[in-house]
């Protein structure tokens, strides 16, 4: 199978926020998945620094962009779904848009940005899955809008157990905040 880029999610603000912050805190003896790795850039990027580092995506054609354009060991799975084992740092760039039924595309990039009608049901799904998957003394670093609702997300985060914080963030347009939320398990701290 070919990929089509177009059904690809290209590197953008987002996609740069979460490089900066994931390499503030990799370490090279990590084991990191990126969820949703799309493209394969932010994933690219950490596998300089830690070399076990494995990208999923739900869309096929970001798997086979991220392994053929970013050499990114990359897997088709809807979240953790195909996904086994624990990891000391999880990426995720979520899907954080607030999309009506009736916006809805149907294509293979909307997987990249429909957060549904609250901008948080993919996040919803994905935070009770990651708890269950990061090692001791493991990290998420979960990157969201302010369209999301970021007391609303910290609220889900301490609902699986976790403490969060905002570990880098950047205005983009239209007075738009993006947040990279780093999140523990609270019985780290």
Not at 24 to 33: G, H, L, R, Y
Not at 44 to 70: F, M, S, W, Y
């Amino acid at each position: 199978m070919m990929f089509d880029a177009s059904q690809v999610y290209q590197p953008a603000e987002d996609t740069f926020l979460l490089i900066r912050a994931a390499l503030a805190e990799v370490k090279p003896k990590d084991s990191v998945i990126e969820i949703g790795t799309g493209s394969g850039a932010v994933a690219g990027a950490v596998q300089k620094v830690a070399p076990k580092t494995l990208g999923v995506d739900i869309n096929p054609h970001a798997v086979l962009h991220a392994r053929e354009v970013n050499g990114v060991d990359a897997i088709r799975s809807d979240l953790f779904s195909a996904v086994s084992g624990r990891f000391d740092l999880i990426l995720f760039n979520a899907p954080y848009l607030p999309t009506l039924p009736e916006e809805r595309i149907d294509d293979w990039l909307e997987y990249a940005l429909d957060g549904g009608v609250s901008g948080r049901d993919v996040i919803e799904r994905f935070l009770p899955e990651a708890v269950l998957h990061l090692a001791d003394g493991g990290r998420i670093l979960l990157l969201i809008s302010s369209l999301t609702g970021l007391s609303e997300t910290i609220s889900l985060c301490e609902a699986c157990g976790c403490s969060a914080e905002v570990c880098a963030e950047e205005e983009v347009e239209d007075a738009e905040m993006l947040y990279v939320l780093r999140i523990v398990p609270a019985s780290v701290l």
